[in-house]
């Protein structure tokens, strides 16, 4: 394990530092005016002469690809640069936003795992009934749905007609100081909305699974020495149709992360969506490629995690890839 994991490490260096080189390459050829977006509407009005000025204190006029290598080597210094767009340093911009990102994240996706298992198996435990036909046709319609058309569904339903939930953000309107009671009532229905987009995967998965190894001889074999049928289920069944949802772990990251900013959107969760959009209208070049490398790193952990927890879920598997 500790092997694979070193050489997926060195591996990855490489390709964090292609991938940075792709945004500043892309943010070099987008039609955003980097100077513009920082005079914001004070830029209407200014000259061309103010503008080259700008350009030029913020390095803009330089070519994207000295403009790479100094934040390459910086970052790898620690020095992540200064956000533009954010007025402040690109580290402290992600400090500030990457925990509430990671809490909605962390919670939307064990949400997904646990109802995407118990349904899953239910579903596959009699393939082609009732409960079976409404939950994979119920997953298909789930998997076909937008996440900001989920979002603002559910601030209608919810906030809106009911009056049960707060539509978004972090706390309540007028509050001060940011409380634990807060955080979890606004914290429902965006984690909610996310975990419901990544649903309908883990369901099709563990059902497709499961009744698969229903029909296999260790389990026939359970089912003829008498076994209980819940026993034959949970503990030789569900053990051999996790197999693959293992997988989904690594493969849903990247769905994750962009449904995650989608969502933070729509909730005016304050978490690194917000930064994200800004760097992008803005082309601010460290702020960009900062989030790029920390999205990149998270799709590669994500794939690294999925192999060790199918290596160790299954001792036929080795590490040596």
């Known amino acids: 394990m500790a092997r694979m994991a070193g050489r997926r490490l060195l591996a990855a260096v490489p ?61 790898l210094h620690g020095d992540l640069g200064r956000s533009a767009s954010l007025r402040q340093p690109v580290a402290q911009a992600i400090a500030e936003r990457i925990g509430w990102s990671a809490l909605l994240c962390g919670v939307a996706f064990a949400l997904a795992v646990i109802l995407g298992t118990a349904l ?46 707060p539509a978004g953000g972090l706390t309540d309107t007028g509050s001060d100081t940011i409380t634990a009671g807060q955080v979890a009532s606004h914290l429902v229905l965006p984690a909610a909305v ?29 089912r003829a020495r008498g076994l209980r049928e819940r026993t034959v289920l949970l503990g030789h069944a569900l053990r051999s149709g996790l197999l693959p949802v293992l997988t989904l772990v690594g493969s849903r990251v990247p ?25 992008a209208t803005s082309v601010d070049f460290p702020l960009l490629a900062a989030l790029t490398v920390l999205a990149t790193a998270a799709v590669l952990a994500g794939n690294l995690l999925s192999d060790l927890l199918y290596g160790l879920a299954d001792p036929r598997v080795g590490f040596d890839g």
């Open 15 to 75: 390709v964090l530092a292609v991938v940075t080189f792709g945004v500043f390459a892309v943010a070099a050829a987008s039609p955003f005016d980097p100077a513009k977006a920082y005079a914001g509407s004070s830029g209407l009005g200014a000259g061309q002469e103010v503008l080259a000025q700008l350009r030029e204190n913020l390095g803009a006029d330089r070519p994207f690809t000295a403009r790479w290598w100094d934040w390459l080597t910086a970052a």
């Open 120 to 165: 899953g198996v239910l579903a596959g435990r009699r393939r082609g009934g009732r409960f079976d036909r409404a939950v994979t046709s119920l997953s298909y319609v789930l998997e076909a749905a937008p996440p900001f058309w989920l979002g603002l569904l559910a601030i209608w339903f919810f906030a809106l007609r009911l009056g049960a939930l």
């Open 194 to 222: 996310l975990a419901v987009t990544q649903l309908p995967w883990f369901v099709l998965y563990v059902r497709q699974g499961v009744g698969d190894a229903l029909t296999e001889d260790p389990v026939r074999g359970a």
């Open 255 to 279: 769905e994750l992360i962009t449904g995650a900013l989608l969502v933070e959107t729509v909730f005016s969760w304050p978490g690194i969506a917000s930064a994200t959009v800004e760097a």
